[in-house]
């Protein structure tokens, strides 16, 4: 039960984080969307704990998710930015 709930909440924050940075190039769909939210928790739960947010083997909270989220959304439109002379 645990995957399918790390799958539910992870598109919700994909979709919350998509939501919050729109954009052209954004990754779509309901697996690159799901993906985005998983992936956010991860990254907030990384640098939550080199910050010292979080202790070692405290995984993010919701929010941390979405925010984790909305960085790698960042980080993925500086990477496909398309740049025209």
Known sequence: MGIIWTIIIGFVVGVIAKFLKPGNNEPSGFILTTILGIV??????????????????????????????????????????????
């Open 40 to 85: 956010g928790a991860f990254v907030a739960s990384y640098l939550g704990q080199a910050v010292g947010i979080y202790q070692a083997g405290q995984g993010a909270g919701f929010i941390g998710a979405i925010v984790g989220a909305v960085i790698v959304l960042w980080i993925w439109g500086m990477l496909t930015k398309n740049k025209t002379v």
